[in-house]
């Protein structure tokens, strides 16, 4: 693993001379490195005073300043092997021991290679603003121990990076560190994917113990030992659950930090190094029962039958990018190599990983956007797509003289926000029209009104609604009478019909992707979209962020809601306000003073709140774990109320959230599993589903039985993120019970995050009172279904209550977050959280999600006014109108470029055919085209350097 940490001068300087002391016990093992090192002509073991003076900003051998670094003397990186690496050079021998060093050493200064390549820079003043420029070089004092402070086998080395760095012209400067930082977990991914290749090729054998974080261990070191030689982290751990018990408002990291420090016992620097060795080879003994330790210098007998690669690095490589682009429209390099890494955990080296990406880029399947940012092909293209597909008129659904005799003689007060939008649904010409409603000001209402329009007008069948998840729809469809599913359900089996008005309700968790593929069902169809939502909660869980971006687009009219119609009470009036509005610190103040904000991880605390009033109170947690520890206590006590009676156990099926890379390893699965297919692969069509009846974890695959058929399924291929994985579980049901459906299910009308209460129970068949209908289900047919009392804030987007109750984790906190949790109630709002101060501060951060659009409208901006050879600025541009020919050319020669047929192109492009009207021209062609001019200069200048280099 790798920590990081800031010294300030005093700290880095007289730590060696503390208790606490990790640095220069043993010259053999402190080192000088970095090329900063090498031109203050510093070389092999470093001397402690030269060490010091580095510290102070001195220069190591001469009487002069060489940088102010009063603030930082330097960063700690800590570079630390897993127990069992360490275990084998402690009780290995000579050549164990020498094999397991080698493989560490070299791991370390790839990963301090890449960070003097990529990150060493400092700030210099450039027209008027400070920017950071590249420099190349670092001082880096390595000091390598073997050893944790309980005397257990630790191999680790500290690599402390001295806060200074040289231009080209030869003056010193302070050196900028965010990088490091910001791409801590990748450069820790490095140093492991290079440790774990390096004792791979030693005949090594690996097993990955945590592909989520990528951790592995040496196989054939035992639990036992690893277990007996991790007193430090057992110390540690202990110390952390005492301090979170004591300051449970404590920020994590926090308490991390406070519970490495204060399990620290003194080092004895004193003691002799031999008599470690010799009590550590006896503890091994006894946890072995006196087993032979010579067994471990034969861990590396791999080497005669070498593990196949699973994956190549370009196919890793892929993989990863598949992945990132399925979560965001723009990526970087770093994000990209730690997932590749972390899929094929020790198979390629850095370097391979990197040309992989490199070649990705040449070949045009990803395009780079901006130094460090990148998109692939399909993204760049379907955003476009989707601002061009904006552009569109169609006929209005009635004429304004309608909607002003409906306005006149409704019965409903409609706001001056409802009224704009109404009227705009309903008289707009424009194809894809935009309603950015703030929380609680009657988006549903409105759309009733809208409905009951249209059925004046015998039109009210072409409406459906359409939302992210089951209970969106479901509120939606209750409150204004539209017919309404999933987005998901939707595009299962779009409908045929013509002439539709598709209303999509919670519009900014719907991805760049969903919207593509809804706005061409509509375009083909004819069909109206109606995008309605709240860019200011949370944002979607897929690519891009689409509905925000519709808003910036100086073409589409936005017709905004504000006036709130939701708060009933002057409490919840003024936190609307004052959260809508920013002032998050009038916000808190609201809270505290109508003692509503608590700090508190207590649940029996928060299920007793809850139970006052359950059934008009919304319990939000943040995640699992805690949604199903509260539903527990909950029941437990409604149980004894009798508010629950004559339960029996069912056996359900519970979703096992996997993240994308955990996907990926055989060892994440159980036979007996249920795993469910989200979309078509090897034979599976979407929702069908398999249970799991073998795992071969050397070769990575699973083998599923379903129609008495048996399919073997690589998870090392891209397949595997189409496997959403269940459990099957024993849980208590009774009369009375609040559950929640999980799944969706179109016959029995089920929508993932529904909920209904349990009327009777007759074996398997469930009665249960959903709104107001009455229905049943067969649990042995449809087991998708769990305790309803809590939901997660993310599934409560959409939803209305008279109370909430929020149980939220401050780390994770965001102003996203904090508005849909305080949003939702009309009279009262709680608010309990492990750290008032870190919510505090965390609330300040917005949920950010990029778009391609933005990089091209950064660079469009920068090119009107600063790029003078243009033959027109932004503004000329605008006015500019081409023919539809002209603009299937531009786009048509762009997209070949990037190996997309143009068959295909005219096929996403028949707008351009069909429309009567000249397309206005867009910066975002020409920019589109810039970007690959750019990548097509750059490949010529990297062919041509690398032809001289051959020459």
């Known amino acids: 693993m790798l920590s990081i940490a800031n010294m300030n001068s005093a700290q880095a300087a007289h730590y060696h001379a503390k208790d606490q002391n990790y640095y220069q016990q043993d010259k053999e093992t402190s080192v000088w490195a970095g090329k900063g090192a090498e031109h203050l002509g510093l070389s092999g073991a470093i001397d402690i005073k030269q060490f010091e003076r580095l510290c102070y900003g001195i220069h190591p051998s001469?009487?002069?300043?060489?940088?102010?670094?009063?603030?930082?003397?330097?960063?700690?990186?800590?570079?630390?092997?897993?127990?069992?690496?360490?275990?084998?050079?402690e009780l290995g021998d000579e050549h164990t021991n020498q094999l397991i060093r080698a493989a560490h050493d070299q791991a370390v200064q790839?990963?301090?290679?890449?960070?003097?390549?990529?990150?060493?820079?400092?700030?210099?003043?450039?027209?008027?603003?400070?920017?950071?420029?590249?420099?190349?070089?670092?001082?880096?004092?390595?000091?390598?121990?073997?050893?944790s402070r309980e005397n257990?086998?630790?191999?680790?080395?500290?690599?402390?990076?001295?806060?200074?760095?040289?231009?080209?012209?030869?003056?010193?400067?302070?050196?900028?560190?965010?990088?490091?930082?910001?791409?801590?977990?990748?450069?820790?991914?490095?140093?492991?994917?290079e440790l774990a290749k390096n004792l791979r090729e030693q005949g090594f054998a690996i097993e990955i113990t945590n592909a989520k974080e990528g951790f592995f261990e040496i196989e054939g070191v035992s639990k036992e030992l690893i277990r007996e030689f991790s007193q430090r982290r057992e110390q540690v751990l202990e110390k952390y659950e005492e301090l979170r018990q004591q300051y449970p408002g404590l920020e994590e990291e926090k308490l991390k930090e406070m519970a490495t420090t204060g399990s620290r016992s003194v080092k004895d620097k004193n003691a002799d190094r031999s008599v470690i060795k010799s009590n550590n080879i006896e503890r091994a003994k006894t946890i072995l029962a006196g087993k032979d330790l010579t067994y471990l210098n034969q861990l590396n007998s791999t080497q005669l039958h070498p593990e196949q690669q699973k994956l190549t690095a370009k196919d890793a490589v892929d993989l990863s990018?598949?992945?990132?682009?399925?979560?965001?429209?723009?990526?970087?390099?770093?994000?990209?190599?730690?997932?590749a890494m972390k899929l094929s955990l020790g198979e390629h080296s850095l370097s391979a990983m990197q040309s992989a990406f490199d070649d990705h880029v040449n070949e045009r399947s990803i395009v780079q956007l901006d130094k460090n940012a990148y998109s692939t092909p399909e993204l760049l293209q379907k955003e476009f797509e989707i601002v061009e597909m904006a552009k569109n008129r169609t006929a209005p659904l009635i004429s304004v003289q309608h909607v002003e005799q409906y306005l006149s003689h409704t019965p409903y007060n409609l706001t001056k926000g409802q009224q704009e939008a109404y009227t705009h649904i309903l008289t707009s010409d424009e194809a894809i029209s935009v309603i950015q409603g703030d929380a609680g000001t009657g988006k549903t209402f409105m759309l009733k009104a809208v409905r009951e329009t249209l059925e004046s007008q015998?039109?009210?069948?072409?409406?459906?609604?359409?939302?992210?998840?089951?209970?969106?729809?479901?509120?939606?469809?209750?409150?204004s009478g539209i017919p309404s599913t999933t987005l998901h359900a939707f595009f299962v089996n779009p409908p045929a019909e013509k002439n539709m008005v598709y209303i999509v309700d919670e519009a900014s968790m719907v991805s760049s992707l969903q919207m593509h593929h809804l706005c061409e069902i509509a375009r083909e169809n004819h069909s109206k979209i109606v995008f309605i939502g709240d860019q200011k909660q949370f944002q979607s869980l897929g690519a891009g962020n689409m509905f925000s971006q519709l808003q910036k687009q100086s073409n589409i009219r936005i017709v905004e809601m504000t006036e709130n119609k939701r708060a009933q009470t002057e409490l919840m009036r003024s936190l609307y306000s004052s959260i809508k509005s920013k002032d998050l610190e009038e916000a808190f103040s609201i809270l505290e003073k109508h003692q509503r904000l608590h700090e508190t991880t207590d649940l029996e605390r928060i299920k007793n709140e809850y139970l006052k009033d359950r059934h008009d109170t919304l319990l939000l947690v943040d995640t699992n774990a805690n949604r199903r520890a509260l539903n527990e206590l909950i029941r437990a006590d409604i149980v004894t109320q009798n508010e629950v009676t004559q339960s029996q156990l069912l056996s359900i099926k519970e979703a096992i959230n996997l993240n994308e890379i955990e996907k990926h390893y055989s060892s994440n699965y159980q036979v007996g599993q249920i795993v469910v297919a989200?979309?078509?692969?090897?034979?599976?069509?979407?929702?069908?589903?398999?249970?799991?009846?073998?795992?071969?974890?050397?070769?990575?695959?699973?083998?599923?039985?379903?129609d008495d058929q048996r399919i073997k399924i690589d998870l090392s291929k891209a397949h595997a993120q189409a496997i959403q994985t269940f459990a099957i579980k024993e849980k208590a049901f009774g009369i009375g019970d609040k559950i929640v459906f999980t799944k969706n299910n179109r016959n029995l009308k089920f929508r993932n995050g529904e909920t209904a209460v349990i009327q009777a129970i007759h074996?398997?068949?469930?009665?249960?009172?959903?709104?107001?209908?009455?229905?049943?289900?067969d649990a042995s047919k449809y087991p998708y279904i769990d305790h309803g009392y809590v939901i997660t804030a993310h599934k409560s987007q959409g939803q209305t209550t008279s109370k909430v109750i929020a149980f939220t984790n401050a780390q994770m906190a965001n102003l996203n977050r904090f508005y849909v949790q305080i949003t939702r109630a009309k009279r009262d709002a709680l608010i309990y959280t492990n750290s008032i101060a870190t919510l505090k501060e965390n609330t300040q951060k917005t949920q950010i999600k990029t778009s391609t659009l933005d990089y091209f409208r950064s660079a469009m901006q920068h090119e009107a006014h600063t790029n003078h050879n243009y033959e027109r600025t932004f503004n000329e541009q605008k006015e500019r109108r081409i023919s539809r020919g002209s603009t299937l050319s531009i786009l048509g020669d762009y997209c070949t470029k990037l190996k997309i047929a143009l068959a295909d192109l005219s096929r996403h492009f028949g707008l351009f055919k069909r429309d009567r009207r000249e397309i206005e021209s867009t910066r975002g062609k020409d920019?589109?085209?810039?970007?690959?001019?750019?990548?097509?200069?750059?490949?010529?200048?990297?062919?041509?350097?690398?032809?001289?280099?051959?020459?």
């Open 321 to 339: 990018i598949r992945i990132q682009s399925e979560k965001t429209s723009v990526f970087n390099r770093e994000d990209v190599m730690k997932n």
């Open 763 to 777: 074996g398997n068949i469930i009665k249960v009172q959903k709104g107001n209908k009455e229905l049943a289900f």
């Open 62 to 89: 001469e009487e002069r300043t060489l940088v102010d670094i009063s603030e930082r003397a330097g960063t700690d990186l800590t570079f630390s092997a897993p127990k069992s690496a360490s275990i084998l050079c």
């Open 110 to 147: 790839t990963t301090l290679a890449f960070v003097e390549d990529h990150y060493a820079q400092t700030r210099e003043q450039k027209d008027g603003h400070r920017e950071a420029i590249s420099t190349g070089n670092l001082i880096i004092a390595k000091f390598q121990h073997d050893t």
């Open 927 to 951: 920019q589109m085209k810039n970007i690959l001019l750019k990548n097509e200069r750059e490949k010529a200048a990297q062919s041509i350097t690398q032809s001289r280099e051959r020459k």
């Open 152 to 193: 257990d086998p630790s191999l680790h080395t500290h690599c402390f990076i001295v806060n200074a760095t040289q231009k080209e012209n030869g003056e010193w400067r302070a050196l900028l560190n965010d990088q490091l930082f910001t791409h801590k977990m990748f450069l820790g991914q490095t140093y492991r994917n």
């Open 678 to 706: 989200q979309n078509a692969f090897q034979g599976f069509s979407a929702g069908q589903e398999a249970m799991i009846t073998e795992i071969d974890h050397p070769s990575n695959t699973i083998t599923v039985t379903k």
């Open 458 to 479: 015998k039109q009210s069948s072409n409406l459906r609604g359409l939302a992210f998840t089951g209970k969106a729809s479901e509120e939606l469809e209750r409150e």
